[in-house]
């Protein structure tokens, strides 16, 4: 069982930077691939990176590369997403995500769910 709590949600204007955390209960935390997803309203959860256990594979999402990073450290039980270069459509609710298994971008694929953090970019 793992339980996730995320932070450092909140309000920037466009070309600003936000850095969200991920904080995970469990002592397995590194056998879990990690994700963030987001959900803008009236939208489908969409994926936004994802993370190996080990933190050697990342893959993101189109709209995101180049712009946010996603990390974790294994000593902390803690994943973050640093974005930057922040726009309007990145405007959304942000939920990490933890599953067992291989890379995926399928939010049905994660078994743990955190409660999401806000952000808001304003032009």
């Known amino acids: 069982q793992v339980q996730l709590v995320e932070s450092g949600g909140g309000s920037v204007q466009a070309g600003g930077s936000l850095r969200l955390s991920c904080a995970a209960s469990?002592?397995?935390?590194?056998?879990?691939?990690m994700g963030w997803f987001r959900q803008a309203p009236g939208k489908e959860r969409e994926f936004v990176a994802t993370?190996?256990?080990?933190?050697?594979?990342?893959y993101y999402a189109d709209s995101v590369k180049g712009r946010f990073t996603i990390s974790r450290d294994n000593a902390k039980n803690t994943m973050y997403l640093q974005m930057n270069s922040l726009k309007p459509e990145d405007t959304a609710v942000y939920f990490c995500?933890?599953?067992?298994?291989?890379?995926?971008?399928?939010?049905?694929?994660?078994?743990?769910w955190g409660q999401g953090t806000q952000v808001t970019v304003s032009s």
């Open positions: 995500a933890a599953y067992q298994g291989p890379p995926t971008a399928v939010p049905r694929r994660y078994d743990y």
């Open positions: 469990g002592r397995t935390f590194s056998s879990y691939f």
């Open positions: 993370i190996s256990g080990g933190a050697g594979i990342t």
